[in-house]
């Protein structure tokens, strides 16, 4: 019989319509579902039970991650886990498990108030990244290079309305580069190095920056699979900075976007991604 999975997201971009239409000649129905019409809670999840499983690709992680825990208490497998959802929608928990666990992140500090970012700028120098501890695609991702700058930028923080949203890392700035790693159960299916392109110093795939195929490199395996054996088997964006004493894993995305790494690789996404599905639902 022909396992049926539910795409929960607010939206069908270029990645959820590659998978709903390739997934039926690799024998598998994958459907839409809303993630703003499935009203879970009830034990029997009556929204999802014709399914059996979700993939989870809320733009929101929030939303995503509840609806994870939801889904997951009622028995429906989900992929990614809530638990990795919650750990990735959030810069700073990710930095803490990440670190606790060995893998190696950029060095960082938490600032939640003026005298918190004024310190960040004591202990790290010049020049440092500040960005959002809730966010993604580069959004609100700032190169902050001089002090005049430095407060300035603080100001317009202070005025965010929500205490969520002032919450920032603040990290030194570590070059315009950066390799964007897909991962598909425990495996690195494909890689690209991203960067910056233009007057954005931004590497960001979403910001379509240049890109080339990056070739297996050791190193950034013994990375990512200590990114994998903290946060489990999924399907992950991993986003690694090159330094001069290795790589760094600057973020992880639980439903990562992954057309520029596909059209830079040539690796057919959808049938990994359809494989892996397969493969935890037998």
């Known amino acids: 019989m ?3 999975v539910a795409i929960v997201a607010d939206r069908i971009g270029w990645e959820e319509r590659q998978l709903i239409q390739s997934a039926p000649a690799l024998g598998l129905e994958v459907d839409w579902v809303n993630d703003e019409s499935l009203c879970l809670g009830h034990p029997d999840t009556p929204s999802v039970d014709q399914y059996d499983a979700l993939m989870i690709r809320s733009r929101s992680y929030t939303r995503g991650g509840l609806i994870a825990t939801l889904a997951e208490a009622s ?6 886990s809530a638990g990795a959802i ?14 606790e666990a060995g893998v190696p992140v950029p060095d960082f500090r938490l600032a939640v108030s003026r005298k918190d970012f004024e310190k960040a700028l004591d202990d790290l120098g010049l020049p440092v990244v500040m960005k959002p501890v809730y966010g993604g695609m580069g959004k609100r991702v700032t190169l902050i290079r001089d002090a005049d700058l430095a407060h300035s930028v603080y100001d317009y923080i202070e005025d965010l309305g929500h205490a969520f949203e002032q919450a920032c890392l603040i990290e030194p700035y570590l070059g315009g580069g950066s390799i964007r790693c897909l991962v598909i159960g425990e495996e690195i299916v494909a890689a690209a190095e991203f960067e910056s392109a233009g007057a954005d110093w931004r590497s960001n795939a979403a910001l379509g920056n240049q890109s080339r195929a990056l070739a297996h490199d050791p190193e950034v395996q013994k990375v990512v699979d200590g990114v994998v054996d903290r946060l489990g088997p999924g399907i992950y964006g991993v986003d690694l900075f090159k330094t001069p004493s290795g790589h760094l894993v600057n973020e992880v995305n639980h439903a990562p976007a992954w057309r520029g790494v596909a059209s830079t690789t040539g690796v057919d996404i959808p049938a990994a991604v359809v494989a892996h599905v397969q493969e935890m639902l037998a």
């Open 75 to 80: 028995g429906v497998p989900v992929l990614n």
């Open 86 to 99: 919650h750990a990735c929608e959030n810069k700073l928990v990710l930095r803490a498990v990440l670190r």
């Open 2 to 4: 022909t396992k049926r």
